[in-house]
């Protein structure tokens, strides 16, 4: 089935760096646009980074953009968010997500993975 599997998350200073990587399987990855969101307590959840099937194109909210990079590596079924110069703000739990713009189709959510920035 398919199945999102969020990792890389934990507790980091502020300007600190971490990387997320997100596992995929049961799908044609390479075929989806992939997406990283966070949900902060209280909060609704938001688009963080998009990067499309080639990894050809990218797109970041404004308030990550020079901080965060999304890649994928289609041969192992992974994408990634590289998260430089941390910020408080930036705790949530971080999750990926699929969409195969041919079908208008969406993977399920993954289980996410805790981010926390602080000193």
């Known amino acids: 089935q398919v199945q999102l599997v969020e990792s890389g998350g934990g507790l980091v200073q502020p300007g600190g760096s971490l990387r997320l990587s997100c596992a995929a399987s049961g799908f044609t990855f390479s075929t989806y646009t992939m997406s990283w969101y966070r949900q902060a307590p209280g909060k609704e959840r938001a688009l963080v980074a998009t990067?499309?099937?080639?990894?050809?194109?990218?797109n970041y909210a404004d308030s990550v953009k020079g901080r965060f990079t999304i890649s994928r590596d289609n041969a192992k079924n992974t994408v990634y968010l590289q998260m430089s110069s941390l910020k408080p703000e930036d705790t949530a739990e971080y999750y990926c997500?699929?969409?195969?713009?041919?079908?208008?189709?969406?993977?399920?959510w993954g289980q996410g993975t805790q981010v926390t920035v602080s000193s």
């Open positions: 990067i499309t099937s080639t990894g050809g194109n990218t």
């Open positions: 997500r699929g969409y195969d713009m041919r079908y208008d189709r969406r993977t399920p």
